[in-house]
């Protein structure tokens, strides 16, 4: 979506003179509210802030000092998330290091959801626990808390989410929503409040440990989308600095099989490898392999580990996909949709496990908060929501508590719950309440601030290496959004493995050119070959095979010269044959497209070849199959029968798959493509993919993806109820869109349908 760009506001940089600053990073200091040496210095260089500003801290470290004493068994009590994970684990360590006895327990997702749930909690009672400390969760945990306590047991609570109309009954509560505003510990997500406390009981008699603990603080603060404001960017600061050299296995393992090379990791590293790989346990599995994974000096159970992460963070990539792209969908057929203050959008065929993913990439498209919400059978809507900067979304989503079933986040996050028929009573009144916190501000068409125009020739290391001063970067300090004037476009490439990114090659008006990468922008629409414009990017240094080089990261492009557009082509001829479907008439060279059980009738989608004339017979199963269809044969004529397949319920398409996957690998050794299995079953490719991974999660059959090649094999697999639940209800929604489709195929305008020029 294209903003209006805003030009970088001039500054007088004298009053930071003294500290010989970069020109740019002086300006962006300025432009940011910093206006003083004092200021700047505190910034670059943040001191800590003593976990004494916490009013109970000394209460918990008497709780859990009296604990270690006893020998008592004490529980760490997490959440499925990465801030979660990482608090843990960083609990857990701290606790080790302590020569406490302990275990802890992170709640299952699929089946527990968050929180602290007492029928969990009992059986870890009934083994012994005497004391609970919770980590992210707990601040709302009244029931559960109340529980522990009538069995003998007492609770330390830490954690970071807003608090309830009470605090619970606990021995010490350490949240920083109760320290007043603008404190230097004020936005802490929930492993910086973990951190805090391993301060105040390890700073007697291991001081040096402390060290050790900040990679899991990074980890934990970047990924929960922590305000980098006072002591939280002061901890992922020094938390970037020890993950950049870390000893801890588990991670070492996941940077060696992503390819991620950890001496110059960076904010943007933990947030596009490390935390999708660890929020892929969380999301769609059990989360408490990752705090084993963290924590574990064992490498033949860390490489076990690693491996189970990258595959279920495939399949996360593939759920991913799915959801954003039905949104995309939703905003295209409704586009009222985004001139609401928030975009707002539910489908039974959502899976819970990853809407919150898909709401975050919505917000970087449409610069509009997005909340994400899945139906379910029983009448509930449940999602996530993400936020932009300045608005508190949890503060927003609270002005609505009589309509919801339950709520909980911060101020960029937030997951809620209620009644299906109440959402749209929910959605008019969010929107009125992002009004009173945003102001007209909320109906302004998107703007890009951009804080520097460079030409190629001024892009360098030396500049990439300044702007390092500022990292790092996220909510409440933005990257640098730079920009170009007047450049071509001389390549475009595909890269990763899945193909979904792309690297730009442009050129200036000297002739110096430039690589730009532009993530997920495969299927975006792309900047012209034939015009000028310009384009913003953001830059950062990395390293490639050893090499210091600059990264340049794609943001928005503006068409500024555009040449005159020749005369349009005449448009495709198209026959309505959906009334008379007889291919008597048909010429012998007309390649007739058909699929599933009409595929005696013509050929599938796989042998598709140029030709002047194309009859679709069965009916596309999604409008991406059809315009690749086009694509590839180029017609002048087109000829639509548009005979629709019998509807398979998911049940039976999941029978009719398996069917296919057992003559698969009784007959061609197991091999076979996407494109195969979705023309005999007349679907879409990605209704196989899932179809297939739903199989595999259930541990009927091992499956690999090659791109469109499947290997399968008849070998069991480990079961993961909780997945395969998720790609259930993918599937369902993959096969609801496409007999929605079908049906609107079956009458629709079909000069709208083809929208097609040869």
Known sequence: ???????????????????????????????????????????????????????????????????????????VWGDFDVDGQTSTALLVQTLQILKANVIYYIPIRGKESHGVHIESLKPILDNGAKLLLTCDTGITAHEAIDYANSRGVGVVVTDHHDLGETLPNAKAIINPKLL????????LAGVGVAYKLAEALLAENYPSELANLLDLVALGLIADVALLKGETRAL???????????NRLGLKVIAELSGTALETLTEETIGFTFAPRLNALGRLGDANPAVELLLTQDPPRARVLAAQIEGLNAQRRLLTSQVYEAAEAKLREAPDLLTEPAIVLSHPGWPGGVVGIVANRLVDRYHKPALLLTE?????????????????????????KDLLLGFGGHPMAAGLSMPL??????????????ERQLGEIVFDEPTLQLDAWLDLAEINISLADALEMLAPFGAGNPALTLATRGVTLKSVSTIGKTKEHLRLTIEDENGKTQSILWWGGAGEEMPPTDNKFDIAYSLRASTFRGQKQVTLQFEEFRVVEEKPIEARKAKVEIRDMRLQPSLLNLQPSTLIWAEGADRAVGMPRFELHPADELS???????????????GIVKPKTVYVFAIPPAEEKPEEFLTHLAGLCKFTLNQRRGKVTVRELASAMATRESAIQIGLEWMSAGGQLS????????????EKQEKNPYLQAEFFVALKGILNETAAYRKYFASGDLKTLLHYEP
């Not at 003294?18 to 300006?27: C, E, I, M, S, T």
């Not at 470290?61 to 068994?73: C, F, G, M, P």
């Open 1 to 75: 979506m294209t903003s209006r760009w805003l030009d970088p506001q001039p500054v007088n940089t004298d009053s930071l003179h003294a500290l010989g600053l970069p020109p740019l990073v002086a300006q962006t200091l300025l432009r940011r509210g910093i206006s003083s040496s004092v200021e700047a210095e505190a910034f670059l260089h943040p001191d800590a802030t003593p976990p004494a500003a916490f009013p109970d801290i000394e209460k918990a470290v008497e709780a859990i000092s009296v604990a270690i004493r006893k020998n008592d068994l004490i529980c």
């Open 180 to 187: 007043p505003e603008n404190h230097p510990l004020k936005n």
């Open 236 to 246: 992922a600061q020094k938390g970037i600095e020890t993950l950049r050299k870390t």
């Open 376 to 400: 379910t059978e029983d009448g509930i809507v449940r999602g996530s929501a993400r936020s932009v900067e300045g608005l508190h979304i949890t503060e927003a989503i609270a002005t609505q």
């Open 421 to 434: 028929d109440k959402l749209a009573d929910f959605r008019r009144g969010l929107g009125k309440a992002i």
């Open 616 to 630: 679709i017979y069965t009916t596309p199963a999604s409008p991406a199959d059809l315009r690749k269809a086009l």
């Open 703 to 714: 499956v690999e993806f090659d791109e469109d090649q499947i290997t399968l094999s008849a």
